[in-house]
C-alpha cells in the first residue's frame, strides 16, 4: 500500500501533475476512475504570481479529497518555504517539489530538472520547506542531467535525510526529455537504497507495462501522465489488472459521452467561457483519438468559439454514435 506521511492509499496508481492539464476538473475525473492519488498542476514559488489569473485556478481546490497535493516549482530556498507555508494555509496537505520538468524555460532559471545539476542547493531548498510547513514534503525528479550524470540516487539519499516522505523518479534524464524510452534501473537501484516510498513514472501506457515495472523496480506505486490524456479510465484498466491480471473491457461510448460532457462542462465552469472553451480543445482532441469518427469531431470543434456550441455539438456527435 502506498503511505504518504499520515496518508494510505487505496490504489498505488498516481495522477502525474501536469501542467494546464491535471486543473481539479480532470483529477476528479481520474479519481472517479481509480487515481489513488492526484497531485495539482505546478506553481510557481514566486510570491507576485500566487494571485495571479493563472495561478488562481491551480491553487488547493478545498472540494478535492483529502489529502490535498500542491507541486510547487522555483530555485530560492526561502521563496519556496514561504509558498509551501501558503499553500497549507491554503489547505495545502501535501507539498511536491518540482524538481523532473524539463522544459526550457523552467530550466534556463536553472528550475524544474536543471536542479538536479546542483544537489547541495536542492539540500538546501528540502531542508527550507521541510522547517517551513507540518504537512509531507516529496520530490519529483528524473534520472539525472544526462546519461553521464545520473544522480537520481545521491537526490533521493538527500531527500531522506532532510526528512522528506516521498520521492517520484521519471525514467529519463533532463536532457532526453521526452525523447526515447524510459529506463527502470535507476528507479529500481534507489529504491533498493532509500527507505521513504519510490513512486515509478514514464511510459506507463498499458496494464502489462504497469505490472512489469512496479514487480521490476519494486516500487511503491507508479505515475501516470501523459497515458491519462483523453484516457482517465486507465486508472481503472490499471488497478483491475494489477488485481485480478485480467483487462477491463473498454469504455463504453455511453462513457464516453458521460465523461467528455463531464470534462467540458467543469471546465467551462473553472475557467470561464473564453478560456474554458480554448482549454476544451486540447481535450477533445485527446478523447477524439480513441471514437470513431474523431478526426472530424476535433476538426469542427476546433471551430466553435463558445461554450454552448461547444456542448451542442457533443450531444449530436453522441446522438448519432448512438442511433
Not at 289 to 311: D, Y
Request: aromatic share 6%.
Amino acid at each position: 500500500m502506498l503511505t504518504i506521511g499520515p496518508y494510505q492509499f487505496e490504489h498505488n496508481i498516481v495522477l502525474a501533475p501536469m501542467a494546464g492539464i491535471t486543473d481539479a476538473v480532470f483529477r476528479e475525473i481520474c479519481r472517479q476512475n481509480g487515481a489513488g492519488y492526484t497531485l495539482a498542476e505546478m506553481v510557481a514559488s514566486k510570491k507576485q504570481l500566487w494571485e495571479s489569473k493563472k495561478s488562481s485556478t491551480r491553487h488547493v481546490n478545498l472540494k478535492d479529497p483529502e489529502p490535498r497535493a500542491i507541486q510547487l516549482i522555483g530555485t530560492d530556498p526561502q521563496e519556496l518555504a514561504d509558498a509551501a507555508a501558503w499553500q497549507v494555509s491554503q489547505g495545502a496537505q501535501i507539498i511536491d517539489l518540482n524538481m523532473g520538468c524539463p522544459a526550457k524555460k523552467v530550466c534556463s532559471v536553472a528550475a524544474g530538472s536543471a536542479l538536479m545539476a546542483t544537489p547541495e542547493k536542492a539540500r538546501e531548498i528540502f531542508k527550507a520547506v521541510v522547517n517551513a510547513v507540518n504537512v509531507p514534503v516529496t520530490v519529483k525528479t528524473r534520472t539525472g542531467t544526462d546519461t553521464e550524470n545520473k544522480n537520481a540516487l545521491q537526490m533521493a539519499q538527500i531527500a531522506e535525510e532532510e526528512g522528506l516522505q516521498a520521492i517520484t523518479i521519471h525514467g529519463r534524464t533532463r536532457e532526453e526529455k521526452f525523447a526515447g524510452t524510459a529506463e527502470y534501473d535507476t528507479i529500481k537501484q534507489v529504491k533498493q537504497q532509500v527507505n521513504i516510498p519510490v513512486i515509478a513514472n514514464g511510459d506507463i501506457c498499458t496494464p502489462e507495462q504497469a505490472h512489469f515495472v512496479l514487480k521490476y523496480t519494486v516500487a511503491d506505486g507508479i505515475m501516470i501522465g501523459r497515458a491519462s490524456q483523453g484516457n482517465p479510465w486507465i486508472f481503472r484498466e490499471l488497478n483491475h489488472y494489477l488485481k485480478t491480471g485480467e483487462h477491463l473491457a473498454s469504455p463504453s461510448i455511453t462513457e464516453y459521452q458521460h465523461t467528455m460532457l463531464q470534462h467540458i462542462l467543469g471546465l467551462h465552469n473553472l475557467y470561464g467561457e473564453t478560456l474554458g472553451v480554448r482549454i476544451a480543445r486540447k481535450h477533445i482532441g485527446w478523447y477524439a483519438q480513441n471514437i470513431p469518427n474523431g478526426t472530424l469531431l476535433r476538426k469542427e470543434f476546433n471551430l466553435l468559439n463558445s461554450a454552448t456550441e461547444q456542448l451542442r455539438l457533443l450531444e449530436e456527435y453522441f446522438k448519432q454514435l448512438l442511433k
